[in-house]
């Protein structure tokens, strides 16, 4: 079994900035992409930034430029770097990550359990 756990999140002004991680941790054979989703009240989820374990990322137009997302292979752990915060980013923020427990076995997809990231002006 792959557990994810993420922290971080928290209450902050506009402009501020907040870094949320995410640790896998389970019978791990690799993790490829990892990346976090996040879902505002009546919203559908939609993905903020994505990251391969050789470091390609891929980052929603809506938070380039302000979020970085990295991450720390040898600790399967994932972070998001969110710098000059807007109210439109409030939202529950999920980590996810693609998941192999054995060489060429299938990958299988792993949430985090979510975490509050509200941004008041």
């Known amino acids: 079994q792959v557990q994810l756990v993420e922290s971080g999140g928290g209450l902050v002004q506009a402009g501020e900035s907040l870094r949320l991680s995410c640790a896998a941790s389970?019978?791990?054979?690799?993790?490829?992409?990892m990346a976090w989703y996040r879902q505002a009240p009546r919203k559908q989820r939609e993905l903020v930034a994505d990251?391969?374990?050789?470091?390609?990322?891929n980052y929603a137009d809506s938070v380039k430029g302000r979020f970085t997302i990295s991450r720390d292979n040898a600790k399967n752990t994932v972070y998001l770097q969110m710098n000059s915060l807007k109210p439109e980013d409030t939202a529950v923020y999920y980590c996810?990550?693609?998941?192999?427990?054995?060489?060429?076995?299938?990958?299988?997809?792993?949430w985090g359990q979510g975490t509050q990231v509200t941004v008041s002006s």
């Open positions: 996810a990550a693609d998941v192999r427990i054995v060489l060429r076995g299938p990958r299988m997809r792993y």
């Open positions: 990251i391969t374990s050789g470091g390609s990322t």
């Open positions: 389970g019978s791990i054979f690799s993790i490829d992409p």
